[in-house]
Antibody, heavy 117, light 109 residues
Framework: QVQLQESGPGLVKPSGTLSLTCAVSSGSINSGTWWSWVRQPPEKGLEWIGEISHGGSTNYNPSLKSRVTILLDKSKNQLSLNLTSVTAADTAIYYC??????????WGQGTLVAVSS | EIVLTQSPGTLSLSPGDRATLSCRASQSVSSYLAWYQQKPGQAPRLLIYGASSRATGIPDRFSGSESGTDFTLTVSRLEPEDFAMYYCQQYRSSPPGYTFGQGTKLEIK
């Protein structure tokens, strides 16, 4: 079963850029599947951010599309998330995940990112 | 935009009871509906995909069904470890992406 591990700064300043990486193990990022980022503000529900295919095609949540970039680094078997112009509303646990049949099958443990000065 | 409405917001039951959780879509989502379980401090876990297919390793007391735009997750006999938050999720094809319901909290009565 694929293993996913998110990493990155736990604190980002307002108007800055949130940058996270997700290391994929026990599987290849070239495996023919799609990979997603999902976030969850404290004590709130889940919000899908976007996804990327093994070929580099992307789909983003329309509400975040202007600020989000998801990339693959096949040499490192990892994916990344960049979210620009962050505000306190972007404070959340960020999960990377592996898609399955129109659903999200495997999840990383998540990483908490706070936006604060 | 398709909206998923989960009900009830909170469900209070006892171990051994049958739990029925509802997820209503504002328009057709075909069978692209999934259910997740989330416990405090943990990532969500996929339970059901394609409206009624159990994910790998999920006990058969969990089942999913659909009737038009109404989807149901049933837990036939609650175990202590089943008390958690549950989310439904749909996939849309235009534009491509996923939407989650607001969740149902299943708590011990």
């Amino acid at each position: 079963q694929v293993q996913l591990q998110e990493s990155g700064p736990g604190l980002v300043k307002p108007s800055g850029t949130l940058s996270l990486t997700c290391a994929v193990s026990s599987g290849s990022i070239n495996s023919g599947t799609w990979w997603s980022w999902v976030r969850q503000p404290p004590e709130k529900g889940l919000e899908w951010i976007g996804e990327i295919s093994h070929g580099g095609s992307t789909n983003y949540n329309p509400s975040l599309k202007s600020r989000v970039t998801i990339l693959l680094d096949k040499s490192k078997n990892q994916l990344s998330l960049n979210l620009t112009s962050v505000t306190a509303a972007d404070t959340a646990i960020y999960y990377c995940a592996n898609n399955g049949y129109y659903s999200i099958h495997h999840w990383g443990q998540g990483t908490l990112v706070a936006v604060s000065s | 935009e398709i909206v998923l409405t989960q009900s009830p917001g909170t469900l209070s039951l006892s171990p051994g009871d049958r739990a029925t959780l509802s997820c209503r879509a504002s328009q057709s989502v075909s069978s692209y509906l999934a259910w997740y379980q989330q416990k405090p401090g943990q990532a969500p876990r996929l339970l059901i995909y394609g409206a009624s297919s159990r994910a790998t390793g999920i006990p058969d007391r969990f089942s999913g069904s659909e009737s038009g735009t109404d989807f149901t997750l049933t837990v036939s006999r609650l175990e202590p470890e089943d008390f958690a938050m549950y989310y439904c999720q749909q996939y849309r094809s235009s534009p491509p992406g996923y939407t989650f319901g607001q969740g149902t909290k299943l708590e011990i009565k």
